[in-house]
């Protein structure tokens, strides 16, 4: 069986934890693991293969969790922009054996109990097996207005329903016979090709062309020009509600969306005063709370039921409760084109990343780590001088034409307009600290002569 | 006259803005001054001298703070150990002409009214004159039952109360005739010391000895044996409750000790959200907190009548009117040995002041902020190399016998157990980026041949 992996997500609604670039699927939330490496490691055990489909900006992200977590066995299908779950899926199973079983999942949800969840996913495979388009339906437990809704007898489903009001939603929960539409599948590549192409024919030859016309070197590029002639919908809309080829399996497995830090919040660990997040914190007569601060020393005076959440550029205070304002935070910082909204202080690249660990008016200090058998483009600049000094691993530094290796606690210097690399051939990450200093420190002041990213 | 300017505090109620080496009227709290810099800055028009007592940790603070605001007439007494403010202005008087009248002033306090504040101080001056111990008197606006109270008629106190108990202080505030004891003196030097002699003798005599076994090398030094023998008394106690020559002056000039978030809070402007502190909040219904955070991003949701103080190490959340109780918060740390209650991430040094930025398992960064014509020890270290990077002013670098300058962009490498020190000989700041690389890299592993200040 091979699991499609899902990573769509716009990181709005856990801010600051999550940036535009850095969304929820990607943040070390539990035990310092991602909901992304969390998904694989649940389904490692009956998936022998994982297919990614992204987008470019987290190609890297996606792959270096996934090496992370030990999954080695994985292709990723990079889209250069959404159009929801019908396409993504439809360009995943073209890379697929027809006959094949896939287990289709979003990599940002929660599931808290594995027996549970593996017990579903052996029933969908067999309604798969039997040419069925299965689906997963969660209990309610609350009267959601968020979520999709199915109406179920059995395993047969008897309809979709789109996210209802308050009412309607208490009357689902009353009846017994719904489900909410967990956004996980299971089927045979084909027979979803099939359905695709009966019920949403414009979504299937788009999407057949552009996957034609794609090109694989170690990941698959979908082209631009042709990912934007795919009509834009999701999987329910345009196969689910019209196929009578489907069916619904029971998941009561502690599924969570972490569709906001009230959400999350359910979903960690309290302490005896009813406190999440943060062990270390300073307890004044306060409980109720969820702190997440990078391990920072935080001290709650007389506080109840916050969601308080400390980043080294951006601080959150929440009243429980209102977790889903936490977009319109976002939105006001995407009006004030504040930067903040997009990245962290740490910045990912695909050859590792850096921290700016200090600017100051005509310089910039920045911790930079490597992975393993990278390296950075060959490059110059036309505005700063950077410092070197390794302080863990081996650097292989090219300078011009000279190329040295440079252990912890040895450094170097490159001019401006010096062309220059850095490598790791090394096994372990190489962190260096550089200082920069000239009249402009821009990211963008860097003339790529070669690059293995295609940057 | 004389201003004797008493820097005690221990940091504890602000906390962490303030620490133990950076108490309260350090802070810079209003547009970027310290209480201690307005101290100095509302009686530059009255007095002529400054003689600061402090404690030898918080020298260099309090004459870097001076002279960043123009103060050049400044006498400096160290006190080893706080004896409270019987001895300390003792000590004071004894450095000074016994006609000299002396304006003695607490440096953690706020005065919003200048020149209410100047016409008390012109009032009290009168009374000086006249050979009367002048005590400042601030009408209550709340049966506060923190502070001392003085039950007067017109100028004469007809007591001294101490700390009431909330009905008593009601009735004082009903009676209309009694003033909250601000702290704040002004007499002849020579009065003062006649009226301890007289009332307090064995503290007179003690200070004497003390006083004259103590060197002035710059600043005034008192020995740790000589001072741990005068007996601590506060002057209210020791002279103002048994003198017969005490007259007060009112002063209703906006007066605060900004004992507490929630004093600092009334005492700061307010915008249109009844929100206080930082003014780029990201604001989603929140209204009536204080929020100080060093120009970080703080997003509120639903958040009403909190103090939230954010530091780079540490963050405070704490309901207004709880204020009182983020003493409890630095118990708890003390209890811990946490020394999060001690320092800041920024410390300040004789010579001016560094930042650790980042710490990993063999490296330590660090920021380093040289002022204009101080120099750091002759040293060396046993287990760290050290890498600098100048990126503003001009270095005057020591390395084994050789002495070399280096400009912003330039760098140089000093190896463990060689000789070097770091010196600024330029009218600007020099600052560095300093990499440590080394098995330890603690503050005590540090050898230090010839020292400016003493260490």
């Given at each position: ?6 990573c769509?997500?716009?990181g ?20 310092n693991k991602s ?8 389904n490692?055990?009956?998936a ?23 999954c ?7 889209e ?11 360009l995943a ?8 079983i ?7 949800h929660?599931?808290k109990?594995?027996?549970?969840y ?5 029933s969908a ?7 069925y ?8 437990v609350?009267p ?11 395993n ?11 009412k ?7 009846r ?19 359905e ?8 299937y ?5 552009a996957?034609?016309q ?20 999701s999987?329910d ?17 502690g ?14 660990e ?8 943060e ?62 909204s997009?990245?962290?202080v ?18 910039k200090i ?35 034409s ?8 040895e ?23 550089e ?8 990211e ?9 990213f295609?940057?």
């Open positions: 069986m091979t699991n499609i992996v899902l769509g997500g716009s709005t609604r856990l801010w600051p934890l999550s940036r535009k670039l850095l969304p929820k699927q990607f943040v070390k939330i539990f035990d909901l992304f490496q969390m998904t694989l490691e649940r490692q055990n009956h022998k293969k994982f297919l990614i489909v992204t987008n470019a900006e987290q190609y890297f992200l996606a792959q270096d969790q996934a090496l992370a977590q030990g080695t066995a994985i292709d990723i299908i990079l250069p922009v959404g159009r929801n779950t019908a396409p993504a899926i439809a199973c073209l890379d697929i054996n027809p006959e094949e896939v287990l289709v999942t979003p990599s940002d929660l599931i109990n594995a027996k549970d593996e017990a579903s996913v052996a495979v067999e309604f798969a097996k039997e040419n388009l299965v689906t997963f339906g969660i209990l309610p609350l959601e207005t968020g979520y999709g809704y199915i109406h179920f007898n059995n047969d489903v008897i309809a979709f329903k789109e996210k209802p009001d308050r309607t939603a208490e009357e689902y929960i009353d017994g016979d719904y489900y909410w539409n967990s956004g996980m599948f299971c089927f045979k590549a084909g027979v979803y090709l099939d695709l192409k009966k019920h949403a024919p414009e979504i030859e788009a999407s057949l062309y996957f034609r794609s090109q694989k070197d170690g990941e698959r590029r979908i082209r631009l020009q042709d990912m934007e002639k795919i009509p834009s919908n999987i809309y345009a196969v689910m509600e019209k196929s009578s080829k489907v069916k619904v399996v029971p998941c009561n497995a599924w969570s969306d972490v569709g906001s830090f009230d959400s999350l919040h359910e979903d960690m309290k302490n005896e005063n009813h406190n999440a997040g062990k270390e914190l300073i307890n004044i007569n306060s409980s109720g709370n969820l702190v997440m601060a990078q391990g920072k020393m935080v001290a709650l005076v007389d506080i109840e039921n916050l969601h308080i959440i400390d980043t080294p550029d951006a601080l959150l205070v929440c009243k429980m409760g209102s977790g889903q304002k936490v977009k319109n935070v976002v939105e006001v910082l995407n009006q004030k084109k504040l930067q903040i997009d990245t962290h740490t910045i990912y690249r695909p050859w590792g990343s850096f921290t700016v660990l200090e600017e100051g008016p005509a310089y920045k911790s930079i780590i490597v992975n393993p058998g990278k390296r950075l483009s060959l490059q110059k600049h036309e505005h700063r001088n950077e410092h070197w000094v390794v302080v863990n691993g081996t650097a292989t530094v090219t300078i011009d000279e190329i040295k290796t440079l252990q912890p606690n450094s170097t210097y490159i001019p401006k307009n010096v062309l220059h690399r850095l490598e790791n051939k090394g096994e372990s990450s190489l962190v260096i600290i200082v920069q200093a000239g009249d402009y420190l821009g963008d002041d860097i003339i790529r002569v070669q690059d293995d295609k940057r």
